[in-house]
C-alpha cells in the first residue's frame, strides 16, 4: 500500500509539472502575441501579418489590430432563450465577454469544445465586449507567401465581414475576417430567440 502511494504521489507530481510547463509556454505565446499585436497597433508590424485560426472546419484570417486577448474556452455560462450560436458569457480578466460560436452562426456545424479552443476576444478598439470561439490558434500567416483566390472563385460564403480570400503553399483556403464588418451585421447583434 505504501508503494502505490508514493507511485500516486509521483505521478501527481508528473501532471502538476506537466501542466505547470503547458501553463508556461501558453504564458509564452500570449505574452509575444500580445507584443506583435501592439507593435501592429502601433503601425511597426507588417500589415501583411494577421492571426490564423480554426473555426469549425475553416480557416480564418484576423486582422491583429482587430484580435484582442486569447483565452482558454472555460467556465462559459450558457445563456437562456438565446439563438444556439450564442455560446454563453465568459470572464476575462473581471469583464463579461459574450462568446459565439462563428461556425454555427453562419450555418455549420457547432463548434466541438475541446483542450484545444480558445476565446479570441474583438479589440477594445472595435467597442464591442465579444468574442469568438476558435477551434485552434495557428499563430501567425504572412498573406504575402499567400495566393489571393479571385472573386470569381466562390464557395457560398458572401457575408460582408469575409472580405477576401487565400490559398496557401499547402493548398488551404483561408479567409480574410473582419470584425469591424461583423460587429455591424444585425444579425449577430441579435442573439434573442
Not at 80 to 91: E, H, M, R
Not at 111 to 140: E, H, M, Y
Amino acid at each position: 500500500m505504501t508503494k502505490t502511494l508514493s507511485d500516486s504521489a509521483a505521478n501527481l507530481e508528473i501532471t502538476k509539472s506537466d501542466s505547470g510547463v503547458r501553463r508556461t509556454r501558453l504564458r509564452e505565446f500570449q505574452a509575444q502575441l500580445v507584443e506583435r499585436m501592439q507593435a501592429a497597433q502601433r503601425g511597426g508590424f507588417s500589415k501583411l501579418s494577421q492571426l490564423g485560426i480554426i473555426i469549425g472546419q475553416q480557416r480564418y484570417l484576423l486582422d491583429l489590430r482587430e484580435a484582442g486577448e486569447i483565452v482558454s474556452a472555460t467556465l462559459l455560462t450558457n445563456v437562456p432563450l438565446t439563438k444556439d450560436w450564442y455560446v454563453g458569457l465568459s470572464n476575462i480578466r473581471g469583464n463579461l465577454t459574450s462568446v459565439v460560436d462563428l461556425s454555427r452562426f453562419q450555418g455549420f456545424e457547432l463548434t466541438k469544445l475541446d483542450n484545444s479552443c480558445r476565446i479570441v476576444g474583438f479589440a477594445p478598439a472595435l467597442g464591442f465586449n465579444s468574442g469568438l470561439l476558435v477551434s485552434q490558434v495557428l499563430g501567425l500567416r504572412n498573406l504575402a507567401e499567400m495566393e489571393e483566390i479571385a472573386s470569381g472563385e466562390t464557395d457560398g460564403n458572401s457575408q460582408e465581414w469575409l472580405q477576401r480570400r487565400f490559398r496557401d503553399r499547402d493548398g488551404n483556403v483561408w479567409h480574410e475576417l473582419s470584425l469591424a464588418a461583423l460587429v455591424q451585421n444585425q444579425d449577430f447583434l441579435h442573439i434573442g430567440l
